[in-house]
């Protein structure tokens, strides 16, 4: 045995350790509430190395063309594991079964001389034999419908996706009615892609508004839920505003949830168009900036106000952004909007693009931004118009909000959050026309 065999040896002792102390550590856990009558137990610390070791001297003798002894110590490893678990009729999960076939083939890796990735495999086997209680817990909480979007999330993104073409022939007809239309323009790939895209996003928002809303508090639901919809938190916070007595969390929620929509459109700017980050950033920076600052002041001057009532709110509540007709709608929509630009860019010039960023703000972002983010790495509109129309779309969006808590708010949040939108629009305006 050299040098090399000799270290690849003990690391395969050491990954077998690793996945035995996990295993041994659980079942201590699973005997403290009964220590006097102690679980029936798979293997532990002394276990699971020895599975190891058999894996690495299969391999082994495998390359000195003893070919038998890998087969057989196999075999006789899961003739093991199945009259173990046969006879712990108690215990139902395969878990730890599964684990020592899993060590025997990570022994063989060592031998292999494939040490990094026999222990990248039982970092992940260790995480996954550990994480027993949160993924108990997170079935707990979980629901039918989370459930059921997670897998279409999957069919949309790993199965629609792939299959969609990237070219599709315009109709005569259609050319005859807009001539000159781009073919680039009908991509059903790069069109379900932005489908995707926000989906994803909106999704990870839901999730940690699921995961951490109830325990980090309102501000916090508020944060995560701005990259679900903005939107959809003025609506919400707005109706709860008139049962509640002190007003202050609901309107610094949904002055920070209107907040997360400018770096969402800025990551949406930079994932297909890097050239339009630094000339959003200015304008953005100082819509985020001058909204901080008036909610630290109206924190400041309300703080007297608050008062128990203040915490006695309603759950916080989104719908889960995953949903097929959705989809199809947002990318109809899509669709519509890149048309229209283009049209208004061509017949009308910039103006009519701006007019369309304004039009298209009242009831979505994404599509906009990322409609011309694309156009314009394509050279079909200048950076200029891009930034200008991604801008005015966000301001449109934000003075919509404005009018929504004007309709369905308290009059303390009308009062405060429409002279927040108000402030946050000027400001922002101001900047872009300087820069």
Wanted: some cysteine; proline content about 3%; overall charge positive.
């Amino acid at each position: 045995m050299n040098t090399e065999q000799f270290f690849n040896l003990i690391f395969a002792l050491l990954i077998g350790a690793a996945v035995g102390l996990e295993r041994e550590h659980e079942n201590l856990a699973d005997n403290s509430s009964k220590p006097f009558e102690p679980k029936p137990r798979f293997g532990g610390a002394r276990t699971y190395p020895l599975i190891a070791l058999v894996g690495y001297m299969s391999i082994f003798f495998h390359q000195l063309n003893i070919y038998w002894v890998g087969p057989l110590s196999f075999s006789i490893v899961a003739i093991y594991s199945f009259i173990s678990h046969y006879k712990m009729k108690k215990s139902l999960g395969i878990t730890s079964e599964v684990a020592l076939v899993i060590t025997f083939i990570l022994g063989g890796l060592c031998a292999l001389n494939e040490v990094y990735t026999s222990a990248f495999i039982m970092v992940l086997t260790v995480a996954i034999l550990s994480s027993k209680k949160s993924v108990k817990k997170l079935i707990n909480n979980i629901t039918a419908e989370e459930l059921l979007s997670s897998v279409k999330f999957a069919l949309i993104s790993l199965v629609m996706l792939p299959l969609l073409p990237t070219k599709v022939t315009i109709p005569e007809n259609i050319k005859k009615i807009i001539p000159n239309l781009p073919q680039k323009l009908l991509n059903p790939y790069e069109i379900w892609l932005v489908v995707v895209l926000v989906t994803g996003i909106g999704f990870l928002g839901y999730s940690m508004v699921r995961l951490f809303g109830q325990k980090r508090g309102l501000l916090f639901s508020a944060i995560a839920g701005g990259l679900v919809s903005s939107t959809a938190v003025t609506m919400n916070f707005s109706r709860q505003s008139k049962k509640q007595t002190n007003s202050i969390y609901l309107t610094v929620g949904i002055l920070l949830a209107s907040c997360i929509m400018f770096p969402r459109v800025l990551l949406e700017a930079m994932l297909f168009n890097t050239h339009l980050v630094l000339p959003l950033l200015l304008p953005f920076t100082t819509v985020l900036v001058v909204a901080l600052i008036y909610i630290y002041f109206i924190r400041k001057k309300y703080s007297n106000k608050e008062n128990s009532t203040s915490h006695n709110m309603q759950d916080f509540s989104l719908s889960n952004p995953v949903n097929l007709k959705d989809g199809f709608l947002f990318a109809g929509l899509y669709l519509l909007i890149r048309l229209l630009a283009w049209l208004a860019q061509t017949y009308l010039g910039d103006w009519g693009l701006y007019a369309v960023g304004v039009f298209s703000g009242l009831s979505d972002v994404d599509a906009i931004t990322i409609s011309v983010a694309k156009e314009s790495l394509a050279g079909a509109i200048s950076n200029k118009a891009a930034v200008t129309t991604i801008f005015l779309a966000t301001i449109s969006n934000t003075l919509t909000k404005g009018i929504i808590a004007l309709v369905l708010g308290s009059h303390e949040l009308r009062k405060l959050v429409f002279t927040g939108f108000i402030v946050m629009a000027t400001a922002g305006l101001i900047m872009l026309f300087l820069s």
